[in-house]
């Protein structure tokens, strides 16, 4: 039996693989290199049933990493604790790293969400990594919804995203890149934005492979068509459910958004697992309302209750 790494171990807190053009650009800080103190962010978070609630049951935080308590806010559904998950330091800036463990045991429902935009800086020697680690068990309910990804000038960031979702488990992921400080007039003036999002099954059966690649630097990989599109926002929620046919949940999708003023993409998932959806606009407010859109339409068809207003400062 192997025996899993430290907590402090770069093999615990680094990605498995860091991209090769992430990797040409990595020098030796002038500040703090990776792994010394205030550089790695651990947060650990295991959730269980009890009684007729979900409760947070297991948590270790390394700062800049934190969360609050998590609070019972949807009076539709009493029993699903909303966690805010809170970094101390601003934003991640240079030779961060960053590890994210979840795990919602059997029959669990939670939100999870940031309590604010990431922030991404700038970065002149090294890059900056955030790995999360998401593990739904048997009949969970997991709703994954973080806050925007704002690329600073010259940002170099890696983020890779693994989830592990049981067959009758039900997991709403999304994710949110802006090109850049648009009130700053920045757009793609960011150096590298790479980001990795596996979805599997416990077995390790691949359902979902998401590979976003964005270098402003190369032709097309930006402004292309499967990425921005000459967009400033691009959104995206993924779906993954037993509850709903894949068709019925990609329907509910494209009917929520037929109406709400942006561009849009919705597709079903292999093995009829669920489905997805892409959005791309330029009012930061029209696609966050989008997103929360599509959210709300998943949650009626699945669960039968709308989603709550969320408060964030």
């Known amino acids: 039996m192997t025996q899993a790494p430290a907590r402090l171990d770069p093999a615990h807190y680094e990605p498995r693989r860091v991209p090769a053009r992430m990797l040409e650009l990595t020098g030796i800080p002038d500040t703090l290199a990776a792994g010394r103190p205030g550089k790695v962010g651990l947060l650990e978070l295991r959730y269980a049933r009890v009684g007729e609630r979900t409760e947070l049951v297991d948590r270790y935080q390394k700062s800049p990493l934190q969360i609050m308590r998590p609070l019972y806010v949807d009076p539709e559904r009493p029993d699903m604790p909303f966690t805010y998950l809170m970094s101390t330091g601003g934003g991640i800036v240079q030779a961060d790293r960053n590890r994210i463990d979840i795990d919602c045991g059997p029959g669990t429902a939670v939100h999870l969400t940031t309590q604010a935009a990431t922030k ?42 693994r989830v592990s979702a049981d067959p009758t488990a ?144």
């Open 120 to 161: 991404l800086h700038r970065v002149e020697f090294d890059h900056a990594t955030q790995v999360v680690r998401l593990t739904a068990g048997a009949d969970s309910y997991v709703e994954y919804l973080p806050d925007p990804l704002i690329p600073y000038r010259d940002a170099r960031f890696y983020q890779q995203t």
């Open 170 to 313: 039900t997991v709403l992921l999304g994710e949110t890149i802006a090109a850049g400080r648009l009130a700053r007039g920045e757009r793609h003036a960011y150096r590298l934005l790479f980001s990795d999002l596996e979805i599997t099954r416990p077995d390790g059966d691949l359902l979902v492979l998401d590979t976003v690649r964005l270098d402003p630097h190369e032709s097309g990989s930006v402004t292309g068509p499967a990425v921005f599109g000459g967009h400033d926002l691009m959104a995206t929620l993924f779906a993954l459910t037993p509850l709903a046919p894949a068709a019925a949940v990609a329907d509910a999708l494209h009917e929520a958004l037929s109406t709400a003023g942006v561009v849009f993409g919705v597709s079903v998932l292999p093995d009829d697992c669920g489905a997805w959806v892409r959005i791309m606009g330029s009012d930061s407010p029209k696609v966050a309302r989008a997103l929360r859109t599509a959210w709300d339409a998943v949650r009626r068809l699945l669960i039968g209750v709308p989603a709550p207003d969320l408060r964030k400062t």
